[in-house]
């Protein structure tokens, strides 16, 4: 990746230790013709060899610790990260880790709907409202919305989507995820209401199909499609995105 994301200056993505985040990180570290920041977190940084690879190999990519479901690793990342950026803020959130499986109705449990609830949907909102401060801080630079001033970042799915839970993509029975998915949408639409006034812009994602431990060996997408074509629509992501619900293309999903 080259010049997409000229005018960001910092970028935090969660959940980095394999797959979309991995891959996104690694694009990210590939720009060469400015000076600016990735941090990638992961709950667990000392298992992700490939990770630490691509941090050792750039300078302009810092590893931080961050369990997303832990309140206390939230905080101490904001510590962490708020002495990396110091005034300058966050120009970029992306809330992409996640959790999900293949589970039907005859499988289903509350124990699981709940801990895909909590990873999926309550964490990207703790992680957001944590992270806001850097948010604030950075939008004071500049004008309009868009990821060079502060963009919040949803990775949500199309399995999200109520509307499109019919026919073919209702063959795919994961009760936790699609329900988390669907939440997570509504809590994007609700920080883009409450955001809106400061100008910081929240969007939500599908990434697509994607090849991973989580999408299968018969996705759509391989990781580096997916991660190219998401960093090239965060680039063009402005007002008229704020709130929205947009696949890896741009195209408009409905809710």
């Known amino acids: 990746m080259s010049g997409a994301l000229s005018g960001c200056r910092s970028v935090l993505v969660t959940g980095v230790s394999r797959g979309i985040g991995l891959q996104i990180v690694k694009d990210l570290a590939k720009k060469t013709e400015r000076k600016a920041l990735t941090i990638a977190t992961a709950r667990n940084p000392a298992a992700a060899e490939e990770l630490h690879r691509v941090a050792k190999e750039s300078s302009g990519v810092h590893v931080v610790t961050l369990d997303v479901t832990s309140q206390a690793s939230i905080d101490a990342a904001v510590e962490e990260v708020s002495s990396l950026l110091g005034a300058e803020g966050l120009n970029c959130l992306i809330n992409n880790a996640a959790v999900g499986k293949t589970i039907n109705l005859e499988m289903v449990t509350a124990e699981e709907m709940l801990k895909t609830y909590e990873c999926n949907t309550v964490a990207p909102l703790m992680v957001t409202k944590a992270f806001l401060p850097l948010l604030r801080a950075a939008v004071t630079r500049g004008?309009?919305?868009?990821?060079?001033?502060?963009?919040?970042?949803?990775?949500?799915?199309?399995?999200?989507?109520?509307?499109?839970?019919?026919?073919?993509?209702?063959?795919?029975?994961?009760?936790?995820?699609?329900?988390?998915?669907?939440?997570?949408?509504?809590?994007?639409?609700?920080?883009?209401?409450?955001?809106?006034?400061?100008?910081?812009?929240?969007?939500?994602?599908?990434?697509?199909?994607?090849?991973?431990?989580?999408g299968g060996p018969q996705a759509d997408l391989g990781v580096e499609e997916s991660a190219s074509s998401v960093l090239n629509l965060f680039a063009g992501l402005s007002e008229k995105h704020h709130g929205g619900y947009l696949d890896h293309t741009g195209k408009t999903l409905p809710w």
């Open 143 to 214: 004008s309009g919305m868009g990821i060079h001033r502060a963009a919040v970042i949803n990775m949500s799915s199309v399995l999200g989507s109520l509307q499109l839970n019919w026919g073919a993509l209702a063959e795919f029975k994961c009760y936790p995820y699609r329900a988390s998915k669907a939440a997570l949408n509504m809590v994007t639409r609700c920080l883009a209401v409450d955001l809106e006034s400061e100008g910081i812009l929240c969007v939500a994602v599908h990434p697509g199909w994607v090849r991973t431990d989580m």
